[in-house]
């Protein structure tokens, strides 16, 4: 298994793919970091507010001020991943990344300086600009690694990502304990620390060549797209992933840029569309997030000491990279839909174990024990399917042309339902109590329902191919969905022997992944 994971992996695609992997990082870090200093960060709005007014704040104002610190990260995510289809296409997927830097940097400046400037408004807006930053990357990265890798390494390669999300996750988990940078003094380092990724990928991307299909398809550079295959792949051998761009830029060629209004309109392109976003909610709507920005809290309302539930959370953290680094070889094993169910089936059951050890926990001592093993069950198995099969499977649903605007409203619908969780939880756990966690399992089972019934298997087929799937299931398409792909009467004969064999290959692969 791993020999064969590792067949096509050379030196200089692992380091295109680690300085990518930078931006995910960036992402993980800032989603954490504001967990563990919420004591601190607290006590610091309080110390503002009375120098301000002259009174001490309420307590009820405080966690409201805090929520917005946590969910305003959102917001600022939503606007950076819907941007990010019209960054790709005009800057390139690498060149895209390299400029969303500069809000990295900016971002990390304002909140490393919030307590010298005394204002929590400048927290507020350095979490808006880093958010901006992260729902850029949330969109280029997934993009760019989908794009240069080789077809048997696409579904690896892409779980990378939430590698390198849950790495960030536990670097600020563990700095972020009071014995580092969880204290008074040390949390606006903790949180300035967001520039070190920033200006990582700086420094490293620059080496990096731009996307191949980008530079074939959209630009037309066919001599650069070889050149940078050859540096990606260590071999002048590049015919077979040539031919494959080919294949999907001759099914599109009378293709133009597709709209977001287009790709919604669009009967042909409805259902990847449809399944791309429910895959962005089961991600988001598992209660994952609530997890990831709560959990310290969680974990002493469960009946554990402060700093035990550190400790815990830091758990969290770890089990999140060690289960990532597990689901990577199984990414191209066991297939993206089969790794969702588990994972979306495995939440579900301890979402409702978990609401058991809260319901519990005061006629029983040892139920707050249950409640962080149940708590770090459902991030293993988070980790292995609903971490990064979302941002995976909806770069692979889409073809070059739609593939910007599907990322930028599934990036955008993941960032909205971030959100949502992000300022309502606090809400929820004060008017749910101890069924907080129901409507999470809810949710959860509607989304493996979902995904047995809708969601088709996408390993080891090419864009093509996957596009064909859908082509297949609405032959009376319109005519102006037969123009997005491509499939106008002028398109040439190869052209249409290309669309026809790969529908075929396309239709006898859905009737063998069918349940």
């Known amino acids: 298994m791993a020999c064969e994971f590792f067949k096509g992996l050379t030196l200089f695609l692992s380091y295109a793919i680690l300085a990518a992997v930078l931006g995910m990082l960036q992402f993980g870090y800032n989603t954490g970091v504001i967990n563990a200093p919420e004591v601190n960060i607290e006590n610091f709005m309080k110390d503002v507010y009375k120098d301000r007014y002259g009174e001490d704040i309420s307590d009820d104002s405080v966690k409201k001020l805090y929520s917005v610190a946590v969910s305003i990260f959102a917001i600022g995510g939503m606007l950076g991943g819907f ?8 800057f390139g997927r690498k060149g895209g990344l390299l400029l ?3 809000l990295g940097i900016v971002g990390a400046c304002l909140m490393g300086c919030t307590k010298i400037a005394h204002s929590y408004e400048m927290l507020f807006f350095g979490r808006f600009i880093i958010g901006v930053n992260c729902g850029l990357n949330t969109s280029l990265v997934p993009m760019y690694i989908s794009e240069i890798a080789p077809l048997n390494l696409r579904g690896g390669l892409g779980t990378v990502n939430q ?5 960030g996750l536990l670097v600020s988990q563990v700095l972020g304990i009071e014995q580092i940078l969880g204290t008074n003094e040390g949390w606006p380092v903790l949180l ?5 990724p920033a200006i990582l990928q700086l420094l490293l991307l620059p080496v990096c060549p731009e996307s191949p299909r980008y ?3 959209t630009k037309q550079w066919e001599e650069e797209a070889r050149k940078a295959l050859r540096r990606l792949r ?6 077979e992933d040539i031919e494959e761009m080919r294949a999907e830029e001759r099914a599109q060629q009378a293709e133009s840029t597709i709209s977001m209004t287009e790709l919604i309109c669009s009967p042909t392109l409805r259902a990847p569309l449809v399944i791309g976003v429910v895959m962005q909610l089961s991600q988001q709507l598992s209660g994952i997030n609530a997890v990831f920005y709560y959990s310290t809290n969680l974990f002493t309302s469960s009946g554990l000491t402060l700093e035990s539930a550190k400790f815990a959370t830091i758990g969290i953290g770890a089990i999140m990279v060690c289960m990532t680094l597990v689901s990577i070889p199984l990414m191209d094993r066991t297939g993206r839909r089969t790794l969702h169910l588990y994972g979306l089936g495995g939440m579900f059951i301890f979402s409702i174990f978990i609401t058991i050890s809260f319901l519990i926990k005061e006629m029983i001592d040892w139920m707050s024990y249950l409640s962080v093993v149940s708590t770090l069950s459902f991030v293993v198995f988070f980790a292995v399917g609903p971490g990064s099969i979302p941002w995976m499977i909806t770069a692979e649903l889409f ?6 605007a599907a990322m930028s409203i599934a990036v955008l619908v993941n960032w909205m339902a971030n959100f949502l969780v992000g300022i309502g939880f606090p809400s929820m756990k004060t008017c749910f109590d101890n069924y907080t966690f129901l409507p999470f399992s809810a949710f959860l089972a509607i989304f493996w329902i979902f995904t ?3 969601v088709p298997e996408t390993k080891n087929k090419t864009f093509e191919e996957i596009l064909a799937l859908f082509r297949h299931g609405n032959d009376r398409s319109s005519l102006r969905d037969s123009r997005l792909y491509g499939e106008e009467e002028l398109a040439t004969n190869s052209s249409k022997e290309t669309v026809l064999s790969d529908a075929t290959t396309a239709n006898h692969t859905h009737a063998t992944d069918k349940p």
């Open 215 to 217: 530079l074939l398809i």
């Open 163 to 167: 590698l390198a999300v849950t790495v």
């Open 399 to 404: 073809s070059q042309g739609p593939r910007p």
């Open 100 to 102: 969303n830097n500069v």
């Open 83 to 90: 941007s990010g289809g019209t960054i790709a296409n005009r």
């Open 192 to 196: 300035g620390l967001a520039i070190c």
């Open 452 to 454: 047995y019934k809708k």
């Open 234 to 239: 260590a071999s002048n051998q590049v015919e």
